[in-house]
């Protein structure tokens, strides 16, 4: 099934999962829900990053929590993808004379080609269950975000061209590890699901 990789990780999900088990959901309230409850449990959880980035993507307005995260996955995914070839290109117009923002770069290069290989196995983690290995590899992936960024901080006065990449790789592995943990917290305990729970308050 490893083919999958080289398309789209939410198309994987919507041909391996069947489709009765994805019900059209109110999207609005699941997707702001979901943000509430995560950035009510962490300090550093950016709801309004977490609202925008999912209402943007179509397939969240008929996707149910699991379908979610993936689309989280996939754009933290996308994310990382579109960063290496950003870092390639800052590589080949590095000047020769900043040797420690070349060395910054390839370090970069080097960690987010490992949070690619990270994510998309996060994703199959995930789809196989097993959630505490995809949440230790999530978890993985957002410190590597961090990692690049204080890289450049070793030296005084060096700016960091990767900023906003880091910043966004960091708060879609969090939106995806935090959706990936209400999961598993719902298949463990038994307990009405994240949909259920909001279809009866209505």
Not at 98 to 127: G, H, K, N, Q, T
């Amino acid at each position: 099934m490893e083919h999958c990789c080289s398309f789209s990780l939410v198309c994987c999900f919507l041909f391996l999962i069947p489709p009765a088990t994805i019900e059209a959901t109110p999207f609005i309230d699941l997707i702001n829900s979901t943000c509430t409850q995560c950035a009510q449990n962490s300090a550093v959880f950016n709801y309004d990053f977490c609202v925008t980035s999912l209402q943007a993507v179509p397939i969240t307005h008929a996707a149910n929590l699991e379908g979610i995260a993936v689309v989280a996955v996939e754009l933290a995914l996308q994310n990382a993808t579109a960063t290496v070839s950003t870092i390639e290109e800052m590589l080949a117009c590095a000047a020769a004379s900043d040797p420690f923002a070349v060395r910054c770069l390839r370090d970069c290069l080097e960690l987010y080609a490992d949070a690619i290989a990270m994510l998309v196995e996060s994703f199959w983690e995930f789809f196989s269950r097993r959630f505490s290995t995809a949440n230790i590899l999530l978890s993985a992936v957002m410190e590597t975000a961090s990692t690049c960024q204080e890289g450049f901080t070793e030296k005084e006065g060096e700016m960091a061209p990767l900023t906003e990449e880091n910043d966004n790789l960091f708060q879609l592995s969090d939106i995806a590890l935090c959706i990936t943990k209400l999961v598993s917290r719902e298949q463990i305990s038994g307990e009405p699901s994240h949909l259920e729970r909001i279809m009866e308050k209505k």
